[in-house]
């Protein structure tokens, strides 16, 4: 008896800490967000789980067939999706090593203050503020026949865009080009953000620029350099506009990636419920991909 008599001003307790003044405007605040997020995001993705369990009849959707698990188990067989996947870890490979390598390079040559630093900053960002058709259209200029790629190294590699071995790394070229600047930035605040300090107490111990950069640029930089991995492997998994403007897929399928697979079977085929299930088993290999790069690059790394 005595129990129930104190749980009930405990439950009133309770409750008014959640209905008080603060809480309820901190619930109001959020509301927007929370419903921007419930219908953009929540809802597609509670869509397209659905979707993926039916032969999806786009003209009339009550009419779609129940497929259950089918879906998934033609896609373990399809060869298009194990060759756009494997497309994609191929340009993932490509891309993400050497995106972090240049725009480290840029980040630490501006901050050692060299003359010219504002402009070198203006021409690093630029190309990532275009659009992604526009890199296309002028990389395309570029590697045409009469382009100053071809012109230069055309004699070596021929038509890079014609040819299975080359396409892929075309592509990957131009993804650096543009990105590498936004990467650039991030990574310029985490080296302006190391103490200099700890510089001179290396040189204090004797430690020279290798060692300098081995035991306080890389650990001191440790949270930037872990973004730029997880973010750029999950941006370069989605690579679409690059094949879609330069390539479409071509040639023979060598440049087809996985989202340019799943467009494919969205607007072109129609095929919306298979597409709805390559698009969760893309979402499962992304979250993967960040967990495993996480746990591998990421220990240690303060929040």
């Known amino acids: 008896m005595s129990v129930e008599s104190d749980t009930g001003p405990a ?11 603060e ?12 419903a921007i997020f419930a219908v ?26 129940f497929v259950g698990l089918q879906n998934y188990a ?14 994609t870890t191929w340009f993932v ?16 040559g501006i901050n050692r203050g060299v003359k010219g630093t504002k ?55 131009v993804t650096v080009w543009w990105q590498a600047g936004f990467y650039f930035a991030i990574l310029l605040a985490g080296r302006q953000g ?15 620029p290798l060692r300098q950069f081995k035991d306080v640029t ?25 094949v879609q403007t330069m390539t479409t897929g071509g040639p023979n399928g060598s440049t087809n990636t996985l989202v340019y697979y799943l467009y494919q079977l969205g607007f072109q085929t129609f095929d919306l419920g298979y597409g709805a299930a390559v698009g969760y088993v893309i979402l499962i290999i992304l979250v993967g991909v960040s967990i495993i790069n996480y746990y591998l690059v990421g220990q240690g790394v303060e929040g």
């Open 93 to 108: 490979v490509l891309t993400v090593p050497l995106l972090l390598l240049v725009s480290l390079a840029m980040a630490l």
């Open 74 to 87: 033609t896609l373990l067989q399809d060869p298009m999706f194990w060759q756009a996947l494997k497309n």
């Open 40 to 65: 953009f995001l929540v809802y597609p993705l509670l869509k397209g789980l659905y979707m993926s369990f039916f032969e999806w009849n786009l003209l009339n959707p009550a009419q779609s067939e």
């Open 119 to 173: 402009v070198l900053k203006f021409f690093y960002f630029v190309p990532y503020v275009m659009t992604v058709s526009i890199v296309g259209f002028l990389w395309l200029q570029l590697y045409s026949a009469n382009g100053a790629f071809t012109h230069h190294v055309g004699w070596l590699v021929g038509n890079v865009l014609g040819q299975e071995a080359f396409a892929m790394p075309a592509l990957a070229l």
């Open 11 to 21: 439950f009133a307790a309770d409750l008014r800490q959640w209905i008080d003044r």
């Open 194 to 208: 190391v103490s200099e300090r700890l510089y001179e107490a290396a040189q204090l111990d004797g430690a020279g």
């Open 23 to 34: 809480t309820l405007e901190a619930y109001a605040f959020a509301l927007p967000y929370l």
């Open 218 to 242: 890389l650990p001191q930089m440790r949270n930037s350099i872990m973004f730029v991995l997880i973010a750029g492997t999950v941006f370069q998994f989605r690579v679409f506009g690059q």
